[in-house]
């Protein structure tokens, strides 16, 4: 019992006088290799590494803290990245004999920016690199490894087997200069292991999770990765990352020192009705009601000086959207990407959609180009015609500009498509629509809208009115006419006017865009009973308010006038009968009102001009019962 007593004494005293030695002797132990850690460091990272103090300390644990550690393109400059709260793990007992094992690495809120320009991505307070450079010079190690091809393998007393590495809460800032925008991702967390082998890292049980763009989370899972200190390759077998109710699946290959590589990039697909956090970003997404799934694949490759090129294809299934009273529904096909520092570009030849319940097909090429997108060819075609258009947009100021030609829609069809509500009002065909838009993209859209258009409808009707008939009916209550002029029509009209609706051959005008509103000097409808012509203003809630005058067909209207002789005076040099109008009210609810002040007018003039003839011609003829002539019309 008392050789025990002994025993377990001196292992005490041991092992106390170890945890002595190592607590008095542990900063010049772990000094001794910070050229190696520097020199690892720098050649993982193709940069020069420096390390600031370090404090050891082993109770409760054998940890080492750098107070700050440098990050520049080689020593001697002066340009740098300086990052802070390092913290090293590392195992106790090989302390004893001189080793460093570190076994955890961990680094509390950093914080990077990222700028992006048009010569690449850089790290901001890191000097770009210059590609004709040597690499920088390594430091000068402690043991004759160091001087191995390569950078020489970590050094036999230097252990790198990372049980766990971990960044805590950092932020990482994408600046992208010509876009002027910055994209955040915050508490970002990063969770892995890393082993070094053959002066290679194998980093495994890969999990990062963050925010990004303050909304939207998400976590990247990856397989083994690995990364070679010797030359800077590295290998990613699978990464998946999780956002938006997706996964994508990145698979990439490539080196450090060139800034070169490859990656393909798959997806499970992504359901758009899980977009919500990103509303806060973009509000107006939320108004249009996504639906649908969309699946990405892509294959890129990249090298130095922001070289990069991209190719792949969107699926989209059931994709749907609400735009106003628009419907889009059932959109399905593929979307073609290509991609290089120059342009970005996007196009495809077999979607097809649903506008409403009618079925559609898209064709469409687009690029993005020195911050501008242009939409190169667009051709819609649905409800038993096209719409063709191109159109650019400024990526910066967010105006538009757009032309457009649709030929031979259906009127009856699109109304019920674009305007429910006018759907059972109007029919025939929209021969031609040719027309220019310009505006800014944002809350204002609809004021800000400015340009011109022309329309043709061809063989059409007004549904529920009859112009003609309203317009006669309307004029009544006339000295010279007993109840209305629709009492007087002659009976080979009477079948027109008794029509519930107004058939129109022809209906043409240019409107002008602005204060959202159309105005227009020439708006013109022909009819087999009438013409009418009209200026004035259709607002964008289909307010309308115009002037207009209807002429009717000169057979008609002689037989008007041989039963009601004053309103010859409204006839014009081609026989027709013209009434000036006012057309108001807000479609399908439109008033046709006689300017009946106007009316009077003209048949009181006529009538006072007539009587003036006569009286003139008698004057001149000397008769009168003075027989003076006109000077005694005169008064002398």
């Not at 106790?92 to 914080?111: F, N, Q, R, Y």
């Not at 990103?278 to 000086?305: C, H, N, S």
């Not at 305007?419 to 505006?439: D, R």
């Not at 009946?596 to 006569?614: F, H, I, P």
């Amino acid at each position: 019992m008392k050789k025990a007593l002994i025993f377990i004494a001196v292992l005490f005293i041991l092992i106390a006088g170890a945890f002595t030695y190592l607590a008095w002797n542990a900063n010049s132990l772990i000094a001794k290799y910070k050229p190696d850690l520097e020199r690892v460091a720098s050649n993982a990272l193709g940069s020069s590494v420096t390390l600031g103090k370090l404090e050891a300390s082993v109770f409760p644990s054998a940890v080492v803290r750098v107070d700050e550690f440098r990050i520049a393109r080689n020593a001697d400059t002066k340009e740098g990245l300086t990052l802070k709260n390092l913290l090293l793990k590392v195992r106790l007992l090989p302390l004893l004999s001189g080793k460093l094992e570190i076994v955890k690495l961990s680094l509390d809120s950093p914080a990077l920016t990222f700028i992006k320009d048009k010569n690449g991505i850089s790290i901001e307070g890191l000097p770009k690199a210059d590609p004709a450079a040597k690499p920088a010079a390594e430091k000068p190690a402690t043991t004759p490894q160091a001087s191995a091809p390569g950078g020489g393998p970590v050094p036999a007393g230097l252990g790198l087997n990372l049980e766990k590495f971990e960044l805590k809460n950092a932020t990482i800032t994408l600046r992208d200069v010509e876009a002027k925008k910055d994209l955040r991702v915050t508490n970002l967390n990063v969770e892995t292991a890393v082993g070094f082998a053959n002066n290679v890292a194998r980093i495994s049980e890969l999990l990062v999770t963050g925010r990004a763009l303050e909304a939207i989370d998400f976590r990247v899972d990856g397989e083994p990765i690995t990364y070679s200190l010797a030359d800077g390759r590295f290998d990613a077998s699978k990464i998946a990352v999780t956002v938006l109710g997706g996964t994508l699946y990145v698979k990439a290959a490539g080196s450090v020192p060139t800034n070169s590589g490859t990656a393909r990039i798959d997806s499970s697909g992504f359901d758009l009705t899980k977009l919500s956090p990103a509303y806060g970003i973009v509000p107006a997404l939320k108004d249009f009601a996504l639906r649908g799934t969309v699946k990405p694949q892509i294959d890129a490759e990249w090298g130095a000086q922001g070289a990069y090129k991209a190719s792949g294809s969107i699926a989209l299934a059931g994709i749907g959207a609400t735009a106003a009273a628009i419907t889009v529904s059932e959109l399905q096909g593929h979307i073609n990407l290509n991609a290089t520092p120059a342009s970005q570009q996007a196009g495809s030849k077999d979607l097809t959609f649903k506008l409403g319940a009618e079925p559609a097909s898209l064709t469409f090429d687009a690029q993005v180009a020195n911050n501008q997108a242009s939409l190169q060819k667009l051709l819609i075609t649905t409800l038993g015609g096209s719409i063709d258009a191109t159109g650019s947009l400024n990526m910066l100021d967010q105006r538009f500009s757009s032309q457009y030609t649709v030929n031979t829609i259906a009127l009856d069809r699109a109304a019920s498509v674009l305007k429910p509500e006018l759907g059972a009002l109007v029919a025939g065909t929209l021969q031609n629509v040719k027309g220019n838009i310009a505006g800014a993209l944002g809350p204002n859209l609809k004021q800000s809208l400015t340009g011109a258009v022309s329309v043709l409808v061809k063989d059409g009707a007004i549904k529920g009115v009859n112009i003609a008939a309203d317009v006669l009916r309307a004029v009544k209550d006339l000295p010279f006419l007993s109840g209305s002029l629709y009492s007087s029509a002659p009976p080979a009209q009477r079948a027109a006017l008794e029509s519930a609706d107004t058939s129109i051959q022809e209906l043409s005008g240019n409107f002008t865009i602005a204060n959202s509103t159309l105005s227009t000097q020439d708006f013109k409808v022909l009819s087999a009973l009438f013409n009418l012509d009209a200026r004035g203003t259709i607002g964008f809630a289909a307010n309308i308010d115009l002037n207009a005058q209807i002429a009717f067909d000169p057979t008609f209207s002689n037989a008007l006038v041989t039963k009601t002789p004053q309103l010859k005076a409204l006839q014009d040099n081609n026989s027709r009968l013209v009434i000036p109008l006012a057309l108001q009210g807000t479609a399908p609810k439109i008033l046709v009102l006689p300017d009946m002040k106007r009316v009077l007018e003209l048949a009181a003039n006529a009538a006072m001009k007539e009587g003036a003839n006569k009286l003139l011609d008698r004057v001149l003829k000397g008769g009168g019962d003075h027989k003076k002539g006109i000077g005694g019309l005169l008064g002398f």
